[in-house]
């Protein structure tokens, strides 16, 4: 069964892009090449404090990694619900098939760093390191699965889709700004090998189960073997704890999944019932569509958490990078430009639901449909940005980034919102059946290319506006950097009704062609038209094609290398 599994595990793993597992696995030599040349130059007083750190680090990248990568090496337990397959059994064989892979490879490798203070203490308590290492990478494997099977149930609680936001919320901010803290901590580098970590952060470290291997190998050399045994039964002791959850979590579930037990109605139902608080018009019902999907869609509420603890992560790592503390009060305007990616797959994450829009179509459907949406988009959004910014500015006392705020908002929303419906539309994603949602982030397919466009898109629509709040600041002349408030306001205000503008024509002409693609992918782009959004149609389903002619590329080197081996056994 393990062999199987992991066979589809391989198969399912070849068929993603190519050149970013290459990227991976480079990635990959590059972080165990720094973690063991740390371990080696590290004085003797500070390698503990060097390799707990690194333990640590690679720990909490293999938990939480597949939550934030999760796709096409993840077996889902569901596949396998209709098999006549004991649940038990199956249970055993995926995890056992979570286990090989290259990036487990490099997890082990990267714990066994831990033999360089081995060797440095007692060579005999490497003998330590060859159990307490194994267990430990077993203890991490299963707490990725724990953990990926947790969040994917707590998806449905708010507490999970906090939780989901903040992890996605970290890394955004690290690829945006984590340079920031890393350039502040490369010169203190030098006198961390020298020194280690203060006392006090050691001690809790030390704690942690990635530095019990270590904890381990020091009692062995100091001749506290009962130490020693404790720290490796710890770790025993947990493993098979994790080993127990992480079976029971891929257990394919064949309940019901409905949703009876619910005992309130959502805060979005209460708000919008009761005294009206939108017009009776079209325009009002898919405003109040879009609201209540936004915050009852668990898959929309982790877009706009995503987005506000991505704009607070960016500000918290400006504000204690130092050099770079100035630009912490402007992280709100990460939350606005991240309306253009949060938004831009809104079609798709209705899915076949946009069949209702069609049938019920009328002279101002579309229209309806365009505006309503962007309106819901400021309406969550900008409140959020607002806050963030306002606490910023409060807390790093930047008064002078008031006026760049206002119009850098008014200029950021406005565009983006427009970006974002103009991309869904024409770069429809129809992602994972909502019924088969896992993970956070099975809402969409592949948005590579339309995260890219929205969010390039939305930055070089801003231009007039930045280019006046610039010149404002390198004068100095606060005039001028008031002005860029109304050009700002302006300039959202225009993207914001020629992008709609261009949604509403394109989809005039090919709503029931953006269904279509959701329901039944297929070779629809052939009239798409010119324009914006449909050279963005054209684009999005050529990469579908490219992608796909990449795998069946990659099938046939396979196929044709295992007749080459069955050949050469022959």
């Not at 079976?247 to 037990?261: E, V």
Request: hydrophobic fraction near 55%.
């Amino acid at each position: 069964m393990v062999g199987i599994l992991t066979s589809m595990k391989f198969a399912m793993l070849g068929h993603s892009s190519q050149g970013m597992r290459l990227i991976g696995w480079l990635l990959g030599i590059v972080a165990l090449i720094m973690t063991w040349g740390a371990g080696i130059a590290a004085s003797d007083e500070a390698r503990p404090s060097v390799l707990m750190l690194a333990s640590a680090i690679w720990g909490i990248g293999a938990v939480f990694g597949p939550v934030t990568v999760s796709g096409a090496g993840v077996l889902r337990a569901d596949y396998f619900t209709l098999l006549p397959i004991d649940r038990r059994r199956l249970a055993l064989g995926l995890l056992g098939a979570t286990f090989p892979g290259v990036a487990s490879g490099y997890l082990l490798l990267a714990f066994a760093a831990v033999g360089v203070h081995a060797v440095v203490l007692s060579p005999a308590t490497l003998l330590v390191v060859l159990v307490a290492v194994p267990l430990l990478w077993v203890i991490t494997i299963a707490l990725s699965r724990v953990e990926y099977g947790v969040l994917g149930a707590a998806m449905q609680t708010w507490l999970g889709i906090e939780i989901s936001g903040i992890q996605f919320g970290f890394l955004i901010a690290s690829l945006f700004t984590g340079w920031m803290v890393v350039t502040a901590a490369i010169p203190d580098v030098p006198g961390f090998l020298a020194t280690g970590l203060p006392d006090s952060i050691n001690a809790g470290l030390g704690w942690f189960p990635t530095s019990w291997p270590l904890q381990a190998v020091e009692a062995a050399a100091a001749g506290n073997l009962v130490g020693a045994v404790g720290w490796l039964a710890g770790l025993l002791g947990l493993a098979a704890v994790l080993l127990l959850l992480a079976a029971q979590l891929l257990r394919p579930d064949l309940g019901s999944s409905s949703t009876s037990g619910r005992q309130r109605r959502p805060a979005g139902s209460r708000v919008l019932t009761g005294r009206p608080l939108l017009p009776d018009t079209a325009l009002g019902a898919v405003v109040g569509k879009e609201l209540r999907q936004w915050w009852r869609d668990p898959w929309r509420k982790l877009e706009l958490r995503s987005s506000v603890y991505a704009g607070l992560f960016v500000g918290l790592f400006a504000y204690v990078s130092g050099d770079y503390a100035v630009v912490a009060p402007l992280s709100g305007l990460v939350i606005a430009w991240m309306v253009s990616m949060g938004g831009c797959n809104l079609y798709g994450q209705d899915g076949s639901a946009a069949w209702l829009s069609i049938v019920g179509q009328r002279a101002d459907t579309v229209r309806a449909e365009v505006w309503g949406r962007q309106i819901a988009l400021l309406l969550l959004f900008a409140p959020p940005a607002v806050i963030v910014s306002g606490g910023l500015v409060l807390l790093s006392r930047a008064w002078w980034s008031i006026p760049v705020l206002l119009g850098g908002l008014a200029a950021l929303l406005g565009v983006s919102a427009g970006m974002a419906v103009l991309v869904s539309a024409g770069g429809v994603s129809p992602g994972v059946d909502p019924r088969r949602r896992v993970g956070p982030n099975d809402a969409g397919g592949d948005l590579t290319l339309q995260g890219q466009v929205a969010f390039w898109g939305a930055a070089l629509l801003i231009v007039p506006t930045a280019a006046v709040l610039a010149a404002g600041l390198a004068t100095g002349v606060e005039l001028i950097t008031w002005i860029g408030v109304g050009v700002g306001i302006v300039n959202g205000v225009l993207g914001s009704v020629l992008l709609g503008r261009m949604t509403v024509g394109y989809l005039e002409r090919r709503l029931p062609v953006v269904f279509a693609r959701i329901r039944y992918p297929g070779d629809l782009a052939a009239n798409a038209g010119g324009g914006f959004a449909g050279w963005l149609e054209k684009a999005s389903h050529q990469s579908e094609i490219t992608a796909a002619e990449e795998k069946a590329k990659e099938k046939r080197k396979r196929v044709e290398a295992r007749k080459k081996k069955a050949t050469a056994a022959k």
